[in-house]
């Protein structure tokens, strides 16, 4: 079983009371209780930045085999493509991210990492003097930011700013 990580933080110590509380009174399978203990187990490792991104992995996998709900799985695939993000594995990042999507479209910021990934990949092909590359990378980010922009409309500025720039978009 998972260790429960709870920071000194009054904030996360009250929220894990209420989360422990809830799972005890909510009527769920014993098979969602431990999904949802991994999922916690695995957010709060990563949201205190710990480092330990191996252990939060490993519980997030492990929640992803108990939870069956396809929303809530969505944001346990989607927490597994920011750790892959943040450990510059962008192939695996985009994998999750795209899981995370079939599960839930409405994942604007799974839409935004995409789009940041594929710029990303644009700029290094432009360090690699490969012009073309660039833009089908660019071109790529601005069809993924355009989701996440629609979405949640009042997000995402600089994206925003980017795709006018760049005249890959025009808004109203």
């Known amino acids: 079983m998972p260790r429960s990580r709870?920071?000194?933080?009054?904030?996360?110590?009250?929220?894990?009371?209420?989360?422990?509380?809830?799972?005890?009174?909510?009527?769920?399978?014993?098979?969602?209780k431990r999904a949802?203990?991994?999922?916690?187990?695995?957010?709060?490792?990563?949201?205190?930045?710990?480092?330990?991104?191996?252990?939060?992995?490993q519980n997030y996998y492990e929640a992803t085999r108990l939870e069956i709900d396809p929303y809530d799985r969505s944001y346990i695939l989607y927490n597994i493509g920011l750790i892959h993000t943040s450990n510059g594995e962008h192939t695996k990042a985009l994998e999750y991210y795209f899981r995370a999507l079939e599960r839930n479209p409405f994942l604007p910021q799974a839409f935004n990492n995409m789009a940041v990934i594929c710029h990303y990949r644009g700029e290094q092909a432009i360090l690699q003097g490969d012009s073309e590359i660039a833009e089908a990378w660019f071109d790529q980010a601005a069809e993924y930011w355009k989701q996440a922009i629609a979405l949640t409309p009042g997000n995402y500025i600089e994206a925003q700013n980017w795709l006018k720039i760049t005249k890959r978009f025009e808004f109203e």
Do not use: H
């Open 6 to 32: 709870i920071n000194g933080n009054f904030i996360d110590k009250t929220s894990s009371i209420v989360a422990n509380i809830l799972l005890r009174i909510i009527p769920t399978t014993s098979g969602e």
């Open 36 to 57: 949802f203990t991994y999922y916690r187990d695995g957010a709060i490792m990563l949201a205190q930045s710990e480092g330990n991104y191996a252990e939060a992995l």
